[in-house]
């Protein structure tokens, strides 16, 4: 009987000894998959924030360059307009400077007219040789237009019209541009 008592000791130590082995074999499973987990997880983390901030500065910088493309527009419409005001400017510079240049050689041609007295012509005269019949002509406040707002202005205007004009530029402001403009506008209308 001792013989069996002992062997039922060893079949139990034995018993133990394999649930106990089977248990620590359970533990490391449970932590070796514990362990992935959370690795699967901190790399799932890793490469979520990692995308994200990557897909925040595409769109930063996709904003940068909409605003830089913007300023750059900006910047090309005001070279343009800053070019065609200075244009205008140098033009109506030059066609005053023309007008000056005119008056004062016709002032000098009669001068030297035999029997004249040279006078600088009165403001009468000046009214009288076109300025008051600014409200007559086909264009309204003409004497305000610029070279450029007349020439646009005049197509509109029948041949008639555009020759009324340019009798009374002549006499008056007399800019080189605009009467060439009036002019090629009539030489068009004729050979029609």
Do not use: C
Not at 9 to 20: H, K, L, P, S, W
Not at 24 to 42: D, M, N, P
Not at 132 to 156: C, F, G, H, M, W
């Amino acid at each position: 009987m001792i013989d069996q008592q002992e062997q039922q000791r060893v079949n139990q130590a034995a018993e133990q000894f394999t649930d106990a082995l089977v248990q620590s074999y359970k533990t490391v499973a449970e932590r070796g998959t514990s362990a992935q987990e959370h690795s699967a997880h901190l790399t799932e983390v890793f490469f979520n924030q990692t995308i994200n901030n990557l897909r925040a500065q595409a769109e930063e910088n996709r904003q940068a360059s909409q605003q830089l493309a913007e300023q750059r527009q900006r910047q090309a419409d005001a070279v343009q307009v800053l070019t065609r005001e200075s244009v205008d400017a140098y033009k109506n510079f030059v066609d005053s400077m023309f007008s000056y240049w005119q008056g004062a050689t016709q002032t000098a041609e009669r001068a030297t007219e035999p029997g004249t007295i040279s006078s600088p012509p009165s403001t009468d005269e000046g009214t009288a040789r076109g300025k008051s019949s600014d409200a007559e002509l086909p264009l309204e406040n003409y004497d305000k237009l610029n070279a450029n707002e007349v020439t646009d202005r005049i197509e509109k205007l029948s041949v008639q019209g555009i020759e009324h004009l340019r009798e009374y530029e002549a006499r008056n402001k007399n800019r080189r541009t605009v009467l060439e403009r009036m002019d090629a506008r009539i030489s068009a209308a004729s050979e029609v």
